[in-house]
């Protein structure tokens, strides 16, 4: 699915639409009207963690904690990456991180990603990277205040305007081609043909200003009657400067013409004092010295109040503009906010298309319920008969660990690049006859080409999760390094996904309940920060998710009942695991290497077992998810094939005990 052809080696902002034909469009669709965009002006940088932590302070820590672990902040920032504009990353952020959402927020989201990513298959979305948003924001600012623009923010705000402009045409055309792309666009297609496009305005600023953001000389008659004055003392008095340093033949070649703060003077490097009388500027030793000649001075002085003549005809013209705009304001603000967020909103369907995510069918467990509610008998028999349809609680089939995907690409790239240099220097030498250890040089190469094929055959192994509506426990065993976390985060990360408008990196169909929190305990950095056993901390953050967690909860435990004794670990670990199933979470997944834990599915129905599978022949992981096996005890085996004695083995086994053994063997 993810091999090397399929993803961009350059940047984020270049990526590749294979295997996005398969994106699902049937899903519950919500329109939203975007009469009143969200306000991005003004607003504070929140682009860390902490800020973040701000920005949802009454949060509990737990909450935050799990996101931590689980870590949801690089996941942001690689998201925000793909936005073009400051702001539109800024935002992208604190979408990802507002965690009061509701299901039907959630919806939106993925409807808004769904449209964007059909926007970029048809070829109608645009590169945001090309707006100014800093410059346009600083204009809008002065426009409020009543002061003049400068001429770089008022063609920040024409080239804004007339991106929107492109943005609504390739829309239209779209539309014009086929009325279905209306739909397809929904609900991106309307923000955008709402859009109120001065078209006035972007003609009035290119009728003042130049593409460098000066004012034309023809933007006033003030302006280029000023200009032309100031033009013309300069001429007049580079002349004079000239007739004076020809003056001083003998010091011609220490003398040239130099403009010391608008003031024309000469810089004379010679020790010898010029032949003309002068005010000294400035000198140094080595530098040599300024004067002014004092013919001059009447000159630089009408040059200086012509200058003051043309900042005031510029900013009399780009007051214009500045009243210009207060009449659109609000159009302007509406049309900059709606930017920022098609920007946001691109940010997310970018990143789902480069990684090649698949649209999740998100869904609200509650909604099972709320059929009975259903006026018409025969929509009910209709919508209990797709219900009954979907026998998968949450149903990931090959889902990526995302940090562990773009860790794999950035590893790639690097080695991509590393060949590139070697192979651009070997050109190098071959072309000047400079190749010395032609032999180590080629070798080098090899060594280069080899690595490129590894990276691109080994990619991360993805899992297949299969989790049926009637489990409510899953529990996880298998050997250290096995891949039990990498599940565990895989899983909470799809859900804060889905749950934020994103693809997950999954194959299609993927199906995931909306959670409301997602709730981890994993790692022992928790119980260090605070000074606690990896035990006590483990215990502690268990309690605060037991207490927080409810019927749509998410919660993920990492080696359950571990950093104690192993008896009363196990016991522990069994009573809490029963705890969630009877009136816990929505879904609890737990990793452990307690053997008692997996007798659990046999005594209660909520419970199912799953096992990372070993490679016995080659002593080693594959990664790979078993499902409703518990998982075997590895360890004697491993000794035997490792030439341990079989008088040790044989007690070992003996003392492992039969009820292990079955549990093992239970099918």
Known sequence: MFSSSHFPITSPGIYTTAGAGAIRTTTRFIIVRYNTPQNFLNRPLAASVSGNRSVNADQPSVVLDSLRVLQWDKLCDSVASFAGTSLGRQATKEQLWNLDKAYEDSVRLLEETKAAVEMNKYGAMMDFTGIDVAMVETGIIRARKGVPVTGSEAMALSGLLKFAEALQVNVKAAIKADSDWFMRFMPLSELVMELVICQPLIKFIEQLVDEDGSVKDSASSTLRNAREQVRYLERKLYQLMESMIRSGSDEIATMEIFNNDGRWCINSRADVPPTFEGLLLASGSGAGSLIEPLSAVPLND???????????????????????????????????????????????????????????????????????????????????????????????????????????????????????????????????????????????????????????????????????????????????????????????????????????????????????????????????????????????QIS???????????????????????????????????????????????????????????RNGAFENACMEFDEVNLKPTYRILWGVPGRSNAINIAERLGLPVEILDNARDLYGAASAEINECR
Request: charged share 25%.
């Open 302 to 540: 009408e040059l200086q109040r012509a200058r003051q003549l043309v900042a005031k005809a510029e900013e009399e013209v780009l007051l214009r503009i500045t009243k210009k705009m207060q009449m659109e304001l609000n159009d302007i603000e509406n049309l900059f906010n709606s930017m920022i967020q098609m920007d946001t909103i691109n940010a997310r369907a970018r990143y789902s298309l480069s990684f090649e995510g698949a649209w999740p069918e998100l869904y609200l467990p509650q909604d099972i319920d709320s059929i009975k509610a259903d006026t018409s008998a025969e929509d009910k028999i209709s919508s209990l008969s797709q219900l009954n349809q979907k026998k998968w609680n949450l149903y990931l089939p090959k889902a990526y660990h995302p940090l562990l995907l773009q860790q794999h690409r950035h590893n790639l790239e690097r080695a991509m690049k590393d060949l590139r240099i070697a192979n651009a220097e070997m050109r190098r030498k071959q072309q000047d006859g400079s190749a010395k250890g032609k032999k180590e040089k080629n070798l080098n190469i090899s060594s280069l080409e080899m690595r490129v094929a590894k990276l691109k055959q080994e990619l991360p192994i993805p899992f297949d999760i299969y989790i049926a509506q009637n489990t409510r426990v899953l529990v996880i065993t298998g050997p250290n390094t096995g891949g039990k976390t990498i599940c565990l985060k895989t899983v909470g990360l799809a859900a804060m996904m889905a749950k934020s408008g994103l693809y997950i990196l999954a194959s299609e169909p993927a199906r995931i309940p909306w959670f409301d929190f997602v709730l981890a305990d994993i790692g022992d950095e928790q119980s260090l920060s605070q000074s606690l056993s990896t035990f006590s901390g483990h215990l502690k």
């Open 544 to 602: 605060e998710i037991r207490s927080l967690s409810t019927s749509l909860s998410l919660v993920l435990l990492d080696e359950v009942g571990a950093g104690t004794n192993p008896l009363e670990g196990a016991a522990l670990g069994m009573s809490l695991l029963e705890s969630f199933a009877d009136a816990g979470a929505l879904l609890t997944i737990a990793t452990t290497h307690h053997g008692e834990l997996k007798a659990l599915k046999y």
